[in-house]
């Protein structure tokens, strides 16, 4: 083990850059040689590649999304699309390739090591926190104190104007930003794809837990069953005349920003790890963690199963936040 490469793939997460600064200083204590790839697998297509030294991560802790830049790549969705990625790969005399990013990346990235024969590592980096093998995800963290912070800034308003807002947050196939959110920001309901949703009893909801108060934050997953938060405001309507009500989408801010303490700490410690596991000869798994322990599984099943939110939380949310008087 030579030269390793490491690319950022799929949706950035605060954090990425963080885990880059990992796997480079790491790799320099090991005397390694560390290839950084542009682009993610278009950009290893394409050949975009940069040794990488010491200064071209230092003081890159603290910065959202990735130096590293990541793309969706059609091309090397195709058999011919990853053997020009080989190729090149086979050029820079690439030992071993450590991928960050999603369940996407690392479906890309095992079918690479499959047939290339290279050692793949697997770091789990994306906001939506669904992949199975981790407690925790790279970026999750600080995109739920984003969806917090604007929830209670958007509080105000709904409270200042007696309004009943629905807010729109991420996690398409996965509830875990809505429904911590929710609890994190004192929301009267949350609404998440895990569950189905029952639009005439979220009318009655609405109404009951709206007594007595000033404003109501109803949090949506952009995953749910029922639509998007325009969507089902636009179906509770008709049944809550009188009732001041508006939506508002998070969208990608939830992307971005400084990463918090924990996902640098995070960050840091997975992408040392994946190095490590590098040079023990490990190959086609993922590095995470269970609770404080760093673990690691094998990157087939971390792709083929889906980790989901304890919905035992839901009933938590329902007691500290139902209006019975």
Known sequence: MKRVAVITSGGDAPGMNACVRAVVKSCLHHSLECIGVFDGYQGMIEGRYKLMNYFDVDNIIQYGGTILGTARSEEFRTVEGRKKAITVLEKEQIDGLIVIGGDGSFAGAKVLGDEMNIPIIGIPGTIDNDIYGTDHTIGYDTALNTVVDAIDKIRDTASSHHRVFFVEVMG?????????????????????????????????AIKSNNKGRRGTIILVAEGDDAGGAMEIMNKVEPFLAGYNLRCTILGHIQRGGSPSAFDRILASRLGNHAVELLLEGKSNVMVGVDGETIVVSSIEECIKKHSSPDLSKLTLLEKLLTNKS
């Open 172 to 204: 398409r196939d996965a509830g875990f930003i809505a429904l911590n959110a929710a609890i994190a920001s004192g929301a009267e309901s949350v609404l998440i794809p895990e569950e189905i949703t029952d639009i005439p009893q979220l009318v009655e």
